[in-house]
Nanobody
Framework: VQLVESGGGLVHPGGSLRLSCAAS????????MSWYRQAPGRSREPLAT????????YYVDSVKGRFTISRDNSKNTVTLQMNILKPEDTAVYYC?????????WGQGTQVTVSS
């Protein structure tokens, strides 16, 4: 099982970024997939989840209405579209999957929101 994130970078406040998580060794549509982030000096926090069956989505209040999680079954990827970015969104963003009760994390991708 491997998760590889991409798409991070530096963006101005109010801007957008699209993060992608490429999965291998399993099928993303068969498992709930999540995005987390960890800011300096803070614990890792969950942001968004997409369920395995109907693809229902759930968001933490701080990103609701700004971030959108989705998956592309044909590419076996999960995406996090982030809009109206704020400086407090600066963090390392991680893709997460729980496969047969084992947690798997990607290596993370840095997102920096600054003017």
């Amino acid at each position: 099982v491997q998760l590889v994130e991409s798409g991070g970078g530096l963006v101005h406040p109010g801007g957008s970024l699209r993060l992608s998580c490429a999965a291998s060794g399993f099928t993303v549509s068969a498992h709930a997939m999540s995005w987390y982030r960890q800011a300096p000096g803070r614990s890792r926090e969950p942001l968004a989840t997409i369920t395995s069956d109907r693809g229902n989505t759930y968001y933490v209040d701080s990103v609701k209405g700004r971030f959108t999680i989705s998956r592309d079954n044909s590419k076996n990827t999960v995406t996090l579209q982030m809009n109206i970015l704020k400086p407090e969104d600066t963090a390392v963003y991680y893709c997460y999957a729980n496969i047969e009760e084992r947690p798997y994390w990607g290596q993370g991708t840095q997102v920096t929101v600054s003017s």
